[in-house]
T-cell receptor, first 114, second 123 residues
Framework: AQSVTQLDSQVPVFEEAPVELRCNYS??????LFWYVQYPNQGLQLLLK??????LVESINGFEAEFNKSQTSFHLRKPSVHISDTAEYFC????????????FGTGTRLKVLA | NAGVMQNPRHLVRRRGQEARLRCSPM?????VYWYRQLPEEGLKFMVY????????ESGMPKERFSAEFPKEGPSILRIQQVVRGDSAAYFC?????????????????????FGSGTRLTVV
C-alpha cells in the first residue's frame, strides 16, 4: 500500500521569502507524484507532476519540486513567494500499474504574510 | 469552460436524513471520481464512474453510500441515513476519456480537474 506524509500542516512565511513544503511517500512499487493547490473557496488544481525523466519539475508560476527516490521525497519549493500563493497544497501519488486513484497527503496550508 | 461544478457548496443535514451531492464534469470529460476529505485527513478515493457505469467503488463505505452517473445529467453521490461521521468535504473530479480504455497513463497524463467540493455537516 502507498501512503503520503506531509509533516507540516501550516507554514507561515513572509512575502518574497523562500519556502519549502515537504512531502514524503512510501510505496513498494514505482509511483507518479503530484502537487495540487487549493486556493480559498476553489477546487484542487494540478500544480506539477513527476512521471518520468528529469527529477526536477517546474510549474508555470515559479514552483518546483524534485523527486528524490532514495529519500522517497517530493518536496515543493519556491525561491520567492507572493501573497497570492496563500493556499493549501496537497501532495499525491499514484501507482504506475494502471490506476486512476490518487493517495493524498493531509495538506499543508501556506500562509504568506505581508 | 465552466470547470467541474459541484452543488451545493454547503449542505447541512440532521442525523437520519439523506444527502444528495451533485457533480457536473467539465465539458468533454466522461470520467468522474468522488473523493472524501475527513477533518484533519487527506482526500480519500471513493468511487470512479463513467456514463451509466460504476468502474471502481472500492473506496465506498459498504452501506448507505451510493453513486451514479446517468446518461443525462450530473453524477450524484447519495448518502442515506447520515450520521455525524459523514461530516466531511466531498470532492468530485473529472478527466478526459481515453480512447484506448483504461490506459495506465491516460488519466495521469491529463490529470484530474477537481470541483470546489461540497461541505457536508451532519447535526
Amino acid at each position: 500500500a502507498q501512503s503520503v506524509t506531509q509533516l507540516d500542516s501550516q507554514v507561515p512565511v513572509f512575502e518574497e521569502a523562500p519556502v519549502e513544503l515537504r512531502c514524503n511517500y512510501s510505496s513498494s512499487v514505482s509511483v507518479y507524484l503530484f502537487w495540487y493547490v487549493q486556493y480559498p473557496n476553489q477546487g484542487l488544481q494540478l500544480l506539477l507532476k513527476y512521471l518520468s525523466g528529469s527529477t526536477l519539475v517546474e510549474s508555470i508560476n515559479g514552483f518546483e519540486a524534485e523527486f528524490n527516490k532514495s529519500q522517497t521525497s517530493f518536496h515543493l519549493r519556491k525561491p520567492s513567494v507572493h501573497i497570492s500563493d496563500t493556499a493549501e497544497y496537497f501532495c499525491a501519488v499514484s501507482v504506475l500499474s494502471g490506476t486512476y486513484k490518487y493517495i493524498f497527503g493531509t495538506g499543508t496550508r501556506l500562509k504568506v504574510l505581508a | 469552460n465552466a470547470g467541474v461544478m459541484q452543488n451545493p457548496r454547503h449542505l447541512v443535514r440532521r442525523r437520519g436524513q439523506e444527502a444528495r451531492l451533485r457533480c457536473s464534469p467539465m465539458k468533454g470529460h466522461s470520467h468522474v471520481y468522488w473523493y472524501r476529505q475527513l477533518p484533519e485527513e487527506g482526500l480519500k478515493f471513493m468511487v470512479y464512474l463513467q456514463k451509466e457505469n460504476i468502474i471502481d467503488e472500492s473506496g465506498m463505505p459498504k452501506e448507505r453510500f451510493s453513486a451514479e452517473f446517468p446518461k443525462e445529467g450530473p453524477s450524484i453521490l447519495r448518502i442515506q441515513q447520515v450520521v455525524r461521521g459523514d461530516s466531511a468535504a466531498y470532492f468530485c473530479a473529472s478527466s478526459h476519456p481515453d480512447a484506448s480504455g483504461l490506459s495506465p497513463t491516460s488519466t495521469i497524463n491529463y490529470g484530474y480537474t477537481f470541483g470546489s467540493g461540497t461541505r457536508l455537516t451532519v447535526v
